[in-house]
Protein backbone atom coordinates (compact mmCIF):
# COMPACT_ATOMS: atom_id res chain seq x y z
CA UNK A 1 0.00 0.00 0.00
CA UNK A 2 1.22 3.53 -1.39
CA UNK A 3 0.38 5.45 2.19
CA UNK A 4 2.15 2.65 4.55
CA UNK A 5 5.52 3.07 2.00
CA UNK A 6 5.61 6.37 1.42
CA UNK A 7 3.53 8.66 4.17
CA UNK A 8 3.12 7.05 7.05
CA UNK A 9 5.54 7.60 9.84
CA UNK A 10 7.66 5.71 12.18
CA UNK A 11 6.55 6.78 15.56
CA UNK A 12 9.85 5.26 17.88
CA UNK A 13 7.74 5.08 21.11
CA UNK A 14 5.34 3.08 19.92
CA UNK A 15 7.37 0.99 17.57
CA UNK A 16 5.38 1.35 14.74
CA UNK A 17 3.83 2.97 11.48
CA UNK A 18 1.50 5.80 11.58
CA UNK A 19 -2.37 4.70 11.44
CA UNK A 20 -4.52 7.07 8.77
CA UNK A 21 -5.87 9.01 11.72
CA UNK A 22 -2.30 9.83 13.38
CA UNK A 23 -0.82 11.01 10.15
CA UNK A 24 -4.05 13.25 9.25
CA UNK A 25 -3.79 14.61 13.25
CA UNK A 26 0.23 14.85 12.52
CA UNK A 27 -0.08 17.09 9.16
CA UNK A 28 -3.21 19.28 10.48
CA UNK A 29 -1.08 19.79 13.72
CA UNK A 30 2.14 20.65 11.23
CA UNK A 31 -0.11 23.19 9.20
CA UNK A 32 -1.29 25.10 11.93
CA UNK A 33 1.86 25.23 13.99
CA UNK A 34 3.24 26.83 11.08
CA UNK A 35 0.67 29.34 10.48
CA UNK A 36 0.95 30.07 14.39
CA UNK A 37 4.39 30.76 14.08
CA UNK A 38 4.04 33.05 10.74
CA UNK A 39 1.24 34.98 12.84
CA UNK A 40 3.63 35.17 15.86
CA UNK A 41 7.05 36.05 14.11
CA UNK A 42 4.91 38.81 12.34
CA UNK A 43 2.70 40.47 14.86
CA UNK A 44 -0.28 39.27 13.11
CA UNK A 45 -3.79 38.29 14.96
CA UNK A 46 -4.44 34.38 15.80
CA UNK A 47 -7.93 33.49 16.63
CA UNK A 48 -7.81 30.44 18.50
CA UNK A 49 -11.67 29.33 18.22
CA UNK A 50 -11.39 30.44 14.88
CA UNK A 51 -8.16 28.36 14.35
CA UNK A 52 -9.46 25.53 15.82
CA UNK A 53 -13.02 25.42 14.26
CA UNK A 54 -10.45 25.18 10.67
CA UNK A 55 -8.24 22.48 11.74
CA UNK A 56 -11.00 20.36 13.00
CA UNK A 57 -12.84 20.68 9.49
CA UNK A 58 -9.20 20.28 7.96
CA UNK A 59 -8.87 16.84 9.76
CA UNK A 60 -12.24 16.07 8.84
CA UNK A 61 -11.95 16.72 4.68
CA UNK A 62 -8.21 14.73 4.81
CA UNK A 63 -9.82 11.80 6.75
CA UNK A 64 -12.77 11.16 5.09
CA UNK A 65 -10.07 12.08 1.53
CA UNK A 66 -12.62 14.52 0.16
CA UNK A 67 -8.90 17.05 0.46
CA UNK A 68 -5.68 15.70 0.50
CA UNK A 69 -2.31 18.07 0.53
CA UNK A 70 0.90 16.89 -2.05
CA UNK A 71 2.22 13.92 -1.07
CA UNK A 72 5.08 15.81 0.40
CA UNK A 73 2.87 17.49 2.73
CA UNK A 74 1.88 14.13 4.17
CA UNK A 75 5.11 13.08 3.82
CA UNK A 76 6.73 16.27 5.35
CA UNK A 77 4.63 18.13 7.45
CA UNK A 78 4.16 18.29 11.21
CA UNK A 79 7.87 16.16 11.47
CA UNK A 80 11.38 17.89 12.56
CA UNK A 81 12.35 18.58 9.37
CA UNK A 82 10.22 21.43 9.00
CA UNK A 83 9.23 22.07 12.44
CA UNK A 84 13.28 21.58 13.97
CA UNK A 85 15.33 21.38 11.03
CA UNK A 86 13.52 23.99 8.89
CA UNK A 87 13.47 22.58 5.66
CA UNK A 88 10.71 23.92 4.35
CA UNK A 89 11.63 22.73 1.03
CA UNK A 90 11.24 19.18 1.63
CA UNK A 91 7.46 20.36 1.14
CA UNK A 92 7.55 21.23 -2.75
CA UNK A 93 6.95 18.44 -4.83
CA UNK A 94 8.87 19.45 -7.95
CA UNK A 95 11.41 22.35 -8.84
CA UNK A 96 12.74 23.76 -12.25
CA UNK A 97 15.79 26.11 -13.24
CA UNK A 98 16.80 27.86 -16.15
CA UNK A 99 20.49 27.49 -17.22
CA UNK A 100 20.27 30.38 -19.61
CA UNK A 101 22.92 32.21 -17.70
CA UNK A 102 25.71 34.07 -18.10
CA UNK A 103 28.93 33.54 -15.68
CA UNK A 104 29.84 29.91 -14.67
CA UNK A 105 29.00 30.97 -10.54
CA UNK A 106 25.38 31.31 -11.97
CA UNK A 107 25.26 28.11 -13.63
CA UNK A 108 26.81 26.29 -10.59
CA UNK A 109 23.88 27.73 -8.26
CA UNK A 110 21.55 26.27 -10.75
CA UNK A 111 23.36 23.18 -10.18
CA UNK A 112 23.55 23.10 -6.39
CA UNK A 113 20.24 24.59 -6.21
CA UNK A 114 19.23 21.29 -8.38
CA UNK A 115 21.62 18.72 -5.83
CA UNK A 116 19.85 20.15 -2.36
CA UNK A 117 16.42 19.53 -4.07
CA UNK A 118 17.18 15.98 -5.32
CA UNK A 119 18.82 15.07 -1.66
CA UNK A 120 15.16 16.39 -0.58
CA UNK A 121 13.43 14.04 -2.79
CA UNK A 122 12.39 16.55 -5.15
CA UNK A 123 11.47 16.67 -8.64
CA UNK A 124 13.53 18.93 -10.58
CA UNK A 125 13.82 19.82 -14.09
CA UNK A 126 16.56 22.71 -16.13
CA UNK A 127 16.55 23.73 -19.48
CA UNK A 128 19.66 23.08 -21.57
CA UNK A 129 19.98 26.29 -23.23
CA UNK A 130 23.40 27.01 -21.60
CA UNK A 131 24.36 24.10 -24.00
CA UNK A 132 27.83 25.03 -25.93
CA UNK A 133 28.46 28.28 -23.47
CA UNK A 134 30.11 26.21 -20.78
CA UNK A 135 33.04 23.53 -20.80
CA UNK A 136 33.93 21.00 -18.51
CA UNK A 137 37.30 19.01 -18.78
CA UNK A 138 38.37 16.19 -17.54
CA UNK A 139 40.31 16.18 -14.61
CA UNK A 140 44.00 15.30 -14.89
CA UNK A 141 44.97 12.22 -13.40
CA UNK A 142 47.78 12.01 -11.38
CA UNK A 143 48.87 8.63 -12.98
Not at 30 to 40: A, I, L, N, R, T
Not at 64 to 90: D, N, Q, V, Y
Not at 134 to 143: C, T
Request: with cysteine; aromatic share 14%; net charge negative.
Amino acid sequence: MVYLRSYARFIEDLGRKEQWHETVERVVNGCFSMQYDHCSENNLPWFKEMKEVEAMRMYDKMFTMKFLPPGRGLWAMGTPLISEKKLFAALNNCAFVSTDVQEVEELLDSFRFLMDSSMLGIGFGFDTKAKGRFHAFKPISDQ
